[in-house]
């Protein structure tokens, strides 16, 4: 399905300034690019845009609210310093499985102060020497990077769960206990 017929599906007779979370995953994008999302999705708070193709984040649109970007298993492999400008407020960024190589590639992302946690899981950039140190020294506002601490403790369920934070309208999802 492309992207702006299920962006299209997932308004459900809504106002996009309605949605506060729009899942995307595994739909095509044209040219690698993020199409049919407008800035009108004021109040998003949570995108998901998993295995879509995206080769950029260039053409987002300006989501002052977003919180959670999930950009993984994409053709990603720069262009990140737009995400400061278009999604001051991000604390979740998932570039797991893109093309990352470098550490200068991820060092536009000093620029958003609110950042708690960076997933790079499964991108080149993790096989260089030191590689967690130098991203916590790169960006300080870090708690975590690909899950873990700066002492390598793992983030503790209560933190995973801050991706589902304050999107609790989903009435299908089971609390198990």
């Known amino acids: 399905m492309d992207m702006k017929k299920r962006i299209h599906l ?3 007779n809504r106002t996009p300034s309605d949605v506060k979370e729009l899942v995307l995953d595994n739909c095509r994008s044209n040219e690698g690019k993020i199409e049919g999302l407008t800035d009108q999705f004021e109040e998003l708070e949570f995108l998901s845009t998993i295995n879509v193709g995206l080769t950029t984040v260039a053409h987002l649109p300006k ?4 919180k959670k970007l999930e950009l993984s298993d994409n053709r990603i492999s720069g262009g990140l310093e737009v995400l400061a400008e278009k999604c001051p407020n991000l604390t979740h960024l998932n570039l797991s499985g893109n093309k990352i190589k470098d550490l200068s590639t991820i060092e536009p992302l000093k ?3 609110t950042l708690k946690s960076l997933d790079l899981f499964n991108c080149e950039v993790t096989n260089l020497n ?11 506002q870090l708690t975590y990077l690909d899950g873990y601490d700066k ?12 991706y589902a934070e304050g999107l609790d309208d989903d009435d299908d999802e089971e609390d198990g206990t």
Not at 130 to 140: A, G, I, Q, S, T
Not at 154 to 162: K, L, N
């Open 10 to 12: 997932e308004l459900r």
């Open 63 to 66: 989501l002052n609210k977003l």
């Open 111 to 113: 620029e958003l102060g």
């Open 130 to 140: 030191e590689y967690r140190d130098n991203v916590f020294k790169l960006l300080p």
């Open 151 to 162: 002492e390598d403790k793992e983030a503790s369920d209560s933190d995973a769960e801050v």
